[in-house]
């Protein structure tokens, strides 16, 4: 499993692009998402991402290389069409479960009334 540091407040978590448990950031944006993945043991090392949440959570944000973070936003560019597939495909799941419960509830409801 990946660990990542949440940009926020300095904490590690499981995954750059999960919600901080303790804050709740979650990262939205390209850029805030190559950040986290920069910031994660995709790119780093354990021992690193501990130095910088420590760094975090004294109040010094993370500096960022601008041309590396470039790169990182670029190559997530060309693999954001993927991941917005399987976001829309995850919607529509959970669209289709909502309208066969919601349906599945209005059958059995009609089914107790003429019971
Ligand atoms: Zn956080």
Same mark, same amino acid.
């Given at each position: 499993?990946?660990?990542?540091?949440?940009?926020?407040?300095?904490?590690?978590? =499981?995954?750059? &692009?999960?919600? $901080? =448990?303790? $804050?709740?950031?979650?990262?939205?944006?390209? #850029?805030?998402?190559?950040?986290? +993945?920069?910031?994660?043991? =995709?790119?780093?090392?354990?021992?690193?991402?501990? @130095?910088?949440?420590?760094?975090?959570?004294?109040?010094?944000?993370?500096?960022?290389?601008?041309?590396?973070? +470039?790169? %990182? #936003?670029?190559?997530?560019?060309? @693999?954001?069409?993927?991941?917005?597939?399987? +976001?829309?495909?995850?919607?529509?799941?959970?669209? &289709?479960?909502?309208?066969?419960?919601?349906?599945?509830? #209005?059958? &059995? %409801? %009609? =089914? &107790?009334? @003429?019971?």
């Amino acid at each position: 499993m990946s660990e990542a540091v949440c940009l926020k407040c300095g904490t590690l978590k =499981h995954g750059p &692009w999960v919600r $901080c =448990h303790r $804050c709740g950031h979650l990262p939205a944006d390209v #850029v805030d998402k190559a950040k986290h +993945e920069m910031t994660s043991t =995709h790119c780093l090392s354990q021992a690193d991402l501990k @130095t910088i949440a420590a760094q975090i959570q004294s109040g010094h944000p993370r500096h960022f290389d601008p041309r590396q973070l +470039e790169r %990182f #936003v670029a190559a997530l560019r060309t @693999t954001r069409l993927d991941s917005r597939t399987k +976001e829309q495909l995850v919607a529509n799941v959970v669209r &289709w479960a909502v309208i066969l419960g919601a349906g599945g509830g #209005v059958f &059995w %409801f %009609f =089914h &107790w009334l @003429t019971r």
